[in-house]
């Protein structure tokens, strides 16, 4: 029997995070004493009222049957409280709310109810790989908007040309951006609703770090942005700003008929989270905040405790006002993998090349804050020494 991989599959490009760990495997069965400031995922545990929420909610035998696909309505209505807390956003939970497995699950899986043969995504680069690979998976075509530093690393839409435009079903937009950790404005945002609007366009708004956010700065939901929710839908997750990412719960938000169209795919590909899960969820989204603020304050410090180092040591690191990323240029002469490998071999630190989340990343590179400020001393100990 000869197994064949279908197109799709055989087209994928090898998933970034993939490649890295078997780098980082490497080193470790060497005995190297690695610091992986590679994956963006925080080494810090789930707050412990939402551990006891789950240990309660674990022993419900309500809790043990299948959930359903959109989420509970306690759920859909917690979150559509958070989100008129935060945002001031009115969201009917019934309509325009949908609970997710993680926001990756309905970011991979959004673009099936509206993508084909033949329709164009506009997806940032770099940016989040799954973007492009909900695409790919649908047979649709990726054209790529770079950003740039020179723009902010906010996409030039005058750079799209008007039949792509004009073919384009969905815009991948993701602020407080992931590698680069850029900020949208809200003028930015509105001549975003312009163009979809004039190009039947819908806005995929991905807000994963809408929370980690430092200095006062208070990133804003898309959603906010007028005439906005007749053109988009907003992923929302609970991984990254309250130490869930092992947990897989998340909310798509936004205009009703893009809510229900991923209902629509989910109902037919899972049956939703644990309602354990959404139970602790909850207790998350209802709590009073003040656990975001003190993670926003660990990282504030981490955060200056490496980008005063890497200044120190002559890398060029602008100090992120969101995100728990430090993207910044690689030494003169280096590029992208060459910095990293060297990094890995001669330092044992783990960081991501640029140029893995797309080719405008080259010449950059990622660190996440996501070890503590002893071992970010370490990191700049061992830079020093090797550069
Ligand atoms: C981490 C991340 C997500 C996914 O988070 P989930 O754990 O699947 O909710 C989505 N988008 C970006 C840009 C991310 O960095």
Redesign the pocket.
Known sequence: MKFEYARRIKSLPPYLFVELDRKKQEALSKGVDVIDLGI?DPDLPTPDFVVERMAEAIRKPSNHRYPSSEGSMAFRQAAANWCKKRFGLDLDPASQVCCVI????A?AHFPLAFVQEEDVVLVPTPG?PVYHIGTLFCGGDTFYMDLLEENQFLPDLSAIPADVADKAKIMWL?YPN?PTAACATKEFFEKVVDFAKSHDIIVCH?A?YSEMTYDGYVAPSFLETPGAMDVAIEFH?L??TYNM?GW?I?FAVGNPELVAALKKVKSNVDSGQFEAVQEAGISALESDQSFVEKMRQIYTARRDVLVDGLQDIGIKASRPKATFYVWFKVPEGESSASFCTKLLDEAGIVCTPGNGFGEPGEGYARMALTVDETRLKEVLQRLKSIL
Do not use: C, F, M, V
Not at 102 to 105: A, I, L, P, R, V
């Open positions: 963006g993680g926001s990756k699950e970011i989040y993701n992931n991905d994963a997750s991984s990254k990412t897989r998340g």
